[in-house]
Nanobody, 120 residues
Framework: QVQLVESGGALVQAGGSLRLSCVASASGVRIYTMAWYRQAPGKQRDWVASVTGDGSTHYQDSVKGRFTISRDNAKNAVYLQMNNLKSEDTGVYYC??????????????WGQGTQVTVSS
């Protein structure tokens, strides 16, 4: 069973930077896509950025040029470097991963979330 643990959330001023980390406990499991989602107060959970097993990265338009997603396959870890933070980046950030299941499909797993608050 794969579990995800996030860290790095904090209170930061607008224009500042934060780096989120997520480590997967995945002994013997090859994780494919890892991603970050966020949920602002009173809103649905939205996709922010993702990185596939072959290293391809994708970003939501609102974070392009400010956020960078990266992964370390040896550590089963994914990171989100967030620069020039804005108040609208405030929310709970969730780590996501998917991996092949025994049935041949994909299973998904979520972390518990880490709070990012950007003060203006």
């Amino acid at each position: 069973q794969v579990q995800l643990v996030e860290s790095g959330g904090a209170l930061v001023q607008a224009g500042g930077s934060l780096r989120l980390s997520c480590v997967a406990s995945a002994s013997g499991v090859r994780i494919y896509t890892m991603a970050w989602y966020r949920q602002a107060p009173g809103k649905q959970r939205d996709w922010v950025a993702s990185v596939t097993g072959d290293g391809s990265t994708h970003y939501q338009d609102s974070v392009k040029g400010r956020f960078t997603i990266s992964r370390d396959n040896a550590k089963n870890a994914v990171y989100l470097q967030m620069n020039n933070l804005k108040s609208e980046d405030t929310g709970v950030y969730y780590c996501y991963a998917d991996y092949p299941s025994a049935s041949g499909n994909y299973d998904t797993v979520w972390g518990q979330g880490t709070q990012v608050t950007v003060s203006s």
